[in-house]
C-alpha cells in the first residue's frame, strides 16, 4: 500500500537549515508527481514546492524560492526538502504529498519550528 513517511523536522534558530525527509513504499516516486506542503497554526495548507518525477521541472512557493530546494534520491525512493535560512513565519507542520492515479497521498507530517 501507499505510503509516505516525514521526518527531520525540530526546532531551529532563525537563519537554521533543516533538511526533510519523505519515504516512500508501496509505488515508485520517480514515477509520479510528489511534493511538499504546510500547514501553520489557523492558517490553511499551502504548497511549498512540487517536483515531477517524469520532466523533473520544479515549482516553488515565492516566498520560499532561493531558500529551499527539493531532491530526490531514487535508490532510497526517498524526496528531500533543503531548507535553508530559515525565518519564523516558516514555523508549520510540513507534509510530503504525492498523486498517484488522480488520488493524492498524504504522509502524517512533521513539525518544523523556527524561533530564537
Known amino acids: 500500500q501507499v505510503q509516505l513517511v516525514e521526518s527531520g523536522g525540530g526546532l531551529v534558530q532563525p537563519g537554521g537549515s533543516l533538511r526533510l525527509s519523505c519515504a516512500a513504499s508501496g509505488f515508485t516516486s520517480e514515477n509520479y508527481a510528489i511534493g511538499w506542503f504546510r500547514q501553520a497554526p489557523g492558517k490553511e495548507r499551502e504548497g511549498v514546492t512540487c517536483f515531477s518525477n517524469t520532466d523533473d521541472s520544479i515549482k516553488y512557493e515565492d516566498s520560499v524560492k532561493g531558500r529551499f530546494t527539493i531532491s530526490r534520491d531514487n535508490a532510497k525512493n526517498t524526496v528531500y526538502l533543503q531548507m535553508n535560512s530559515l525565518k519564523p513565519e516558516d514555523t508549520a507542520v510540513y507534509y510530503c504529498?504525492?498523486?498517484?492515479?488522480?488520488?493524492?497521498?498524504w504522509g502524517q507530517g512533521t513539525q518544523v519550528t523556527v524561533s530564537s
Open positions: 504529498n504525492a498523486n498517484i492515479y488522480f488520488r493524492n497521498f
